[in-house]
């Protein structure tokens, strides 16, 4: 399997007053290009832990994390996290100019010049993706949860970060636009090349979205077992096989 991001034998504990607690052990797994993989485990078993060791935001016990072969041990451009929380917007920025931001630093990386027409139009680009176009010269406290989740989307599409890291992006909308942001970001992954690494404890959402499972156990945070999901895209949440999946999952969950 050509290996774009690899762990290699990562382990990570936390140290408080009373003890060394060790959060993840011995975690290997290689991560192909342009992949959508899923990190499902219990709350507690090192999920973000992890999303926030390959950000570079966290630093390993031991271990290397690889991208084509080189280490990297720090946090970068190529790597953005998007993450539950509704605050993760800049408050004082309208939803364009939010997006603009991502654009404008996506350019600075790339040394490239871009006039404000162009800053303009590739936001707009991503907005109209996230289906919110029309809602440009909203502040991000005029959206609902989920449109901000979109316009934060949107934001790291125009980042240009090859790789989203999600964690539990859409934990805290209600089950139907969650079901609408699942469907958004599948169609968003196969339009553009994108590798994503999402995080969830949620089982019926690990196979509705993605390619591989990875399933992880509490205490230590280990990898127990890597699923191949075949399941054909857009899923359908009722099918015998998607059950079939989440049954398989959930056993495995709870051994
Ligand atoms: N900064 C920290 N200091 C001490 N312990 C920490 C720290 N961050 C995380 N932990 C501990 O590491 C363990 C894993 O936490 P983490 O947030 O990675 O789990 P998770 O699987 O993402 O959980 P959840 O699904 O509930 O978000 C927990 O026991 C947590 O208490």
Excluded at 206 to 213: E, G, N
Aim: hydrophobic share 40%; charged share 25%.
């Amino acid at each position: 399997m050509s290996s774009y991001l690899e762990l290699k034998n990562i382990n990570k504990s936390f140290e408080t007053e009373k003890e060394k607690k060790i959060v993840l052990a011995d975690i290997n797994l290689k991560i192909r290009e342009n992949e959508f993989l899923t990190i499902l485990g219990p709350s507690g078993c090192g999920k973000s832990t992890l999303l926030k060791i390959i950000a570079g935001f966290s630093k390993t016990d031991g271990g290397k994390l690889l991208k084509k072969g080189k280490a990297i041990k720090e946090a970068g451009m190529d790597r953005l996290m998007l993450f539950q929380d509704f605050e993760q917007l800049f408050p004082w920025q309208k939803v364009i100019n939010n997006v603009e931001f991502a654009v404008k630093q996506a350019a600075k990386n790339k040394k490239l010049k871009l006039s404000s027409v162009q800053i303009k139009e590739r936001a707009l680009k991503y907005l109209k993706q996230v289906k919110l176009r029309d809602y440009q010269n909203y502040y991000p406290h005029q959206l609902s949860g989920g449109m901000k989740q979109r316009v934060a989307l949107a934001r790291t599409l125009a980042a240009e970060a090859e790789i989203m890291l999600m964690d539990e992006p859409f934990g805290s909308v209600d089950s139907q636009t969650r079901q609408e942001l699942q469907q958004l970001l599948v169609q968003l992954w196969q339009e553009e090349n994108r590798t994503i690494i999402f995080v969830t404890h949620d089982i019926r959402e690990a196979v509705f979205l993605s390619q591989r499972i990875v399933v992880m156990k509490n205490e230590p945070g280990q990898i127990i077992n890597i699923v191949e999901n075949k399941l054909p895209y857009l899923r359908k949440r009722s099918s015998r096989n998607f059950n079939h999946l989440f049954e398989e999952l959930q056993s495995q969950l709870h051994s």
